[in-house]
């Protein structure tokens, strides 16, 4: 069995059992190439496709998603709790599943999530492998140059980040292993399960699971002497203050951005402020067409 279809049918564990069987009956085209199944209540299990979504059978029920709950956490949602009310949960193998419906809200925040009404399954696709090219290349002179990852949505950067923290905290012909700290805010690079990642981050790799980048980043300063700071999605100027705290350390940075190239990074204010402070040298864009992905490394512009 190829690797994409046995992911399929372990992210498909998580289903209720009759939506597990409709998606197991799906032909091998389907398994290669899902990237998410969808339930919403009231509307067909769906199966996300890279071009767009198809309906597989009958209706999800609200109970099916409360089940869905049950499974993803082994039945112990106690333990999930705090990512649960941020609208997701991590499960064992490294599937994520995204939730909907009603915010249990106080003193405005999010306390938990009731009467669910829509769910996302992610079917991980780890491709280690990918990272081994590109990270000699956000070198210079032996030393790793801070660097952005850029593609739109769903061009690939998060399982980019994933190998080439990998990459960086394994080493490789002619550089050494780095201590790299990952703040991993939406738990979706390592999907840490009980303390424990389950995507492979290399073995010099420490996992804060589940903090936002503008707290982790220093946590990480503070606590775990860092050489390398991942984190994904740049996305706040509280965020973008940290890094710069970061970079003044000394330390490395390894982020990713919405954005196809540079050229759009000039295009909003956020990120012409970090241009501007010449906090990242290298950006890899990431292209997607009918071949594949491709990564190409540019120098930033000044």
């Known amino acids: 069995m190829k690797e994409e279809e046995r992911r399929y049918e372990e992210a498909a564990r998580v289903l209720p059992g009759r939506l597990r069987e409709q998606a197991l009956a ?14 919403r209540a009231g509307q067909p299990l769906a199966v996300l496709l890279p071009e767009g979504e198809r309906s597989l059978g009958a209706a999800v029920t609200p109970e099916d998603l409360e089940t869905l709950c049950d499974l993803a956490t082994d039945y112990s949602r106690y333990a999930a709790e705090e990512t649960l ?10 599937f994520r599943v995204g939730l909907c419906g ?30 081994e090219a590109v990270a000699p290349r956000l070198f210079r002179d032996g ?16 399982t980019l980040l994933r190998d080439l923290v990998r990459c960086l905290s394994s080493g490789g012909t002619g550089r050494p292993g780095l201590r790299v700290s990952l ?12 303390g424990r990642p389950q995507m492979d981050v290399g073995p010099r790799t420490d996992v804060l699971d589940a903090c936002p980048k503008a707290l982790g980043i220093p946590m990480a300063l503070r606590a775990m002497n860092p050489q390398v700071i ?41 990120y012409r402020q ?29």
């Open 183 to 194: 703040i991993d805010e939406r738990g979706e690079v390592a999907v840490m399960v009980r």
């Open 143 to 158: 030393r790793y140059q801070n660097t952005l990852l850029l593609s739109p949505p769903g061009g690939g950067k998060t």
């Open 230 to 270: 991942a984190v994904d999605e740049i996305t706040a100027e509280a965020d973008l203050r940290a890094a710069m705290q970061a970079a003044g350390c000394g330390v490395g940075l390894l982020a990713t951005i919405h954005a196809a190239d540079a050229a759009e990074l000039t295009q909003r204010p956020l």
């Open 26 to 39: 799906q032909p091998p085209e389907v398994r290669q190439m899902a990237e998410e199944f969808r339930l």
């Open 274 to 302: 970090l241009l501007a402070e010449k906090v990242f040298r290298l950006a890899v864009r990431i292209r997607r067409d009918e071949a594949g992905r491709t990564y190409e490394v540019e120098e930033l512009p000044w």
């Open 102 to 131: 009603t915010a249990v809200m106080k003193d405005g925040e999010s306390t938990a999530l009731r009467d669910l009404s829509s769910a996302a399954v992610r079917i991980a696709r780890e491709q280690r492998g990918i990272g």
């Open 85 to 94: 009310r941020e609208g997701y949960l991590s499960v064992r193998g490294g």
